[in-house]
């Protein structure tokens, strides 16, 4: 019993940080209907900056961290209005396979500049500093990292409910010419939409750092938010979240009880199950646009 526990607290706080990403890919994807295949990779630039001023350059933690946060905004702000915004009669597969591209060049950037080689993340918590509950065992930073995953869904969630900017993100999702019939300046909703997203994935970023650091860190994170985010409906972020730490959970114990070889194959057999049986997702309502 104590192992079963133990392997679920271990799946929820792995969940945490799929949750994470797959909040940033949601925020995305409720404004324009794309999915972001570079959100990994944009954390990964901020984190590696990150990195080499804290080790090389003796920036303090205080100064160091939301630096990375509003680079990650600036980031973000940056290849939606460089990028994104210059193709011309861009439909949603063309947007998608940009963000592959931005994704490819900025991973190569990173390797470019820093090597393959392992780093670590210096961090004001240790990542095996554990915190006894009951029987079960979990880190530090596995608590703040759960912490902060759900602080993040409460926030957007009413900013996306209560807000004007939120509300008007939603409207350019659903119909960018209405939107924009109705005063909505659509292409900076877009801009500062990547904006945040970037920002909530920089944070996921800076939460995995400490435990494993090298060019591809982020990539399979990325793929499991956007499993989680598929599963519980890509426009829902109670929904990303719920199938995130559902993720953790059933990969953990799959890994515990069958086989840890064919554990990251579990999210993706989620992707196809959902696709097949509810492509919407459990918390999304499936609608169909008419013209």
Same mark, same amino acid.
């Given at each position: 019993?104590?192992?079963?526990?133990?392997?679920?607290?271990?799946?929820?706080?792995?969940?945490? @940080?799929?949750?994470?990403?797959?909040?940033?890919?949601?925020?995305?994807?409720? /404004?324009?209907?794309?999915?972001?295949?570079?959100?990994?990779?944009? +954390?990964?630039?901020?984190?590696?900056?990150?990195?080499?001023?804290?080790?090389?350059?003796?920036?303090?933690?205080?100064?160091?961290?939301?630096?990375?946060?509003?680079?990650?905004?600036?980031?973000?702000?940056?290849?939606?209005? +460089?990028?994104? $915004?210059?193709?011309?009669?861009?439909?949603?597969?063309?947007?998608?396979?940009?963000?592959?591209?931005?994704?490819?060049?900025?991973? *190569?950037?990173?390797?470019?500049?820093?090597?393959?080689?392992?780093?670590?993340?210096?961090?004001?918590? *240790?990542?095996?500093?554990?915190?006894?509950?009951?029987?079960?065992?979990?880190?530090?930073?596995?608590?703040?990292?759960?912490?902060?995953?759900?602080?993040?869904?409460?926030?957007?969630?009413?900013?996306? $409910? #209560?807000?004007?900017?939120?509300?008007?993100?939603?409207?350019?999702?659903?119909?960018?010419?209405?939107? $924009?019939?109705?005063?909505?300046?659509?292409?900076?909703?877009?801009?500062? /939409?990547?904006?945040?997203? @970037?920002?909530?994935?920089?944070?996921?970023?800076?939460?995995?750092?400490?435990? /494993?650091?090298?060019? #591809?860190?982020?990539?399979?994170?990325?793929?499991?938010?956007?499993?989680?985010?598929?599963?519980?409906?890509?426009?829902?972020?109670?929904?990303?979240? =719920?199938?995130?730490?559902?993720?953790?959970?059933?990969?953990?114990?799959?890994?515990?009880?069958?086989?840890?070889?064919?554990?990251?194959?579990?999210?993706? =057999?989620?992707?196809?199950?959902?696709?097949?049986?509810?492509?919407?997702?459990?918390?999304?309502?499936?609608?169909?646009?008419?013209?």
């Amino acid at each position: 019993m104590t192992d079963f526990l133990q392997m679920i607290a271990s799946g929820i706080a792995v969940g945490s @940080s799929y949750a994470l990403m797959g909040l940033a890919m949601v925020i995305i994807y409720k /404004t324009s209907e794309v999915v972001n295949f570079a959100q990994g990779e944009m +954390a990964l630039l901020s984190l590696f900056l990150t990195y080499m001023v804290l080790e090389f350059h003796g920036v303090p933690y205080y100064v160091a961290f939301p630096g990375a946060l509003l680079f990650a905004v600036f980031l973000g702000c940056f290849l939606e209005f +460089a990028v994104l $915004r210059r193709a011309k009669e861009p439909n949603v597969l063309g947007m998608i396979i940009i963000t592959i591209g931005i994704e490819m060049i900025l991973m *190569g950037l990173v390797s470019w500049k820093f090597g393959a080689d392992p780093k670590t993340m210096p961090f004001p918590i *240790g990542p095996y500093d554990s915190v006894a509950i009951g029987e079960v065992f979990v880190s530090s930073l596995e608590v703040l990292t759960f912490v902060t995953a759900i602080a993040l869904m409460v926030v957007l969630f009413l900013f996306f $409910r #209560y807000s004007k900017l939120g509300v008007a993100m939603k409207a350019t999702q659903q119909n960018s010419m209405a939107a $924009r019939l109705m005063g909505i300046k659509t292409k900076r909703i877009l801009m500062i /939409t990547w904006g945040i997203s @970037s920002f909530v994935g920089c944070t996921a970023g800076l939460l995995i750092a400490p435990t /494993t650091m090298q060019p #591809y860190m982020m990539w399979d994170p990325m793929l499991k938010g956007f499993a989680a985010a598929v599963m519980g409906g890509m426009t829902s972020l109670p929904g990303s979240v =719920f199938g995130a730490y559902l993720i953790g959970i059933i990969e953990n114990l799959f890994g515990g009880y069958i086989s840890i070889e064919f554990k990251s194959v579990v999210a993706f =057999f989620i992707i196809v199950l959902v696709l097949c049986v509810k492509p919407s997702g459990l918390f999304a309502r499936h609608f169909v646009k008419k013209v």
